[in-house]
């Protein structure tokens, strides 16, 4: 184990991305140095049987250092978030629970001495002003949707709570993260998992982007191996203390349906773009990762074929069980 990392606390434990990465984190720093929390929605028997589990309301400090000093927390991994297109449909909350969520984990690591905290932000930080393809580590941040607008509120928050405070906040910008584990959660790029289960169930599938709609995707193993590696990081090695950019691969909906036919021959895709498709068309095409490469060895192991192969057995394994 880590030095620097004995007791962690995952919040948002229940989540699409928590509910993999505290599993993840318990295999590699034992069951009860892991403590995963959520609001309302139910833990997983596999969350709930491995390890801790503790309900918490982020937007309430109170609530979140009570299960600090219970555990003796020293690193947080806080991953609570309301999504981009719930966020759109609901503003006011993402507001309240990205930005108030966030500022509380901030000041009770800096009131407490908590030595590392990790915070994702997202490619919605980018808006239809940056450069679409090969969008790079600094530019211009307009974004268009109150969900962005949290994120780059809140890498600024995290740099300077590391520039005046010293706090040791680490963040990924993630691009669509595709995981055969728990649906989305109400995000832009959920076709892109959505679309593995229908495919598999009934063979057919309304895509709510367009056909050629390219977007930047990461598939879940590199979603976690992109926390982990960079919570592992020496100190030294971390420049960026806003966030850093990362990616898997990038890809259309329509090749995403040309993968799934490989499997799937019979399957068939109709595209219906709502209110999602515009902020698609916010957001960059592909990602310039370079920065995260060389200075923490950021390196993705999954591409379209290897996600889709992965996607397809583990689900069909799943609907085979009866558990779809």
């Not at 990762?289 to 060895?297: F, G, L, P, T, V």
């Amino acid at each position: 184990m880590s030095k620097s990392m004995k007791r962690i606390l995952v919040t948002g434990a229940t989540g699409q991305i928590g509910s993999e990465l505290t599993i993840e984190l318990r295999k590699k720093y034992g069951n009860n140095n892991v403590i995963a929390t959520g609001h309302r929605r139910k833990p997983s028997e596999k969350l709930l049987k491995s390890g801790p589990f503790e309900y918490i309301d982020v937007t309430n400090r109170d609530s979140i250092e009570k299960v600090v000093r219970k555990y003796d927390i020293d690193t947080i991994y806080h991953l609570v978030a309301v999504l981009s297109a719930v966020g759109e449909e609901k503003p006011q909350l993402a507001w309240n629970v990205n930005m108030s969520g966030l500022y509380n984990v901030l000041e009770i690591a800096r009131d407490r001495g908590i030595g590392r905290v990790f915070w994702p932000s997202s490619i919605a930080v980018f808006g239809p002003e940056a450069p679409r393809l090969n969008t790079p580590q600094e530019t211009v941040l307009i974004p268009r949707t109150m969900y962005g607008v949290t994120k780059v509120a809140g890498e600024l928050l995290c740099n300077y709570y590391f520039i005046r405070f010293g706090l040791d906040v680490r963040s990924v910008r993630y691009p669509g993260i595709i995981s055969s584990e728990t649906l989305p959660g109400g995000g832009t790029t959920d076709y892109a998992v959505e679309i593995f289960y229908e495919a598999i169930k009934n063979k057919r599938y309304t895509c709510f982007v367009r056909e050629d709609t390219l977007l930047p995707m990461m598939h879940m193993p590199d979603c976690i191996k992109a926390a982990i590696d960079l919570m592992e990081a020496d100190p030294s090695r971390i420049k960026c203390r806003t966030s850093y950019n990362v990616t898997g691969m990038s890809f259309s909906a329509g090749e995403l349906v040309a993968e799934i036919k490989k499997y799937i021959p019979e399957f068939e895709c109709k595209y219906k773009p709502d209110f999602r498709q515009k902020i698609a068309d916010s957001w960059p095409m592909s990602i310039d990762d370079s920065m995260a490469r060389e200075e923490w060895d950021w390196n993705p192991t999954h591409d379209l074929a290897a996600m889709t192969k992965d996607m397809i057995e583990k689900l069909t394994k799943r609907f085979a069980k009866g558990s779809l």
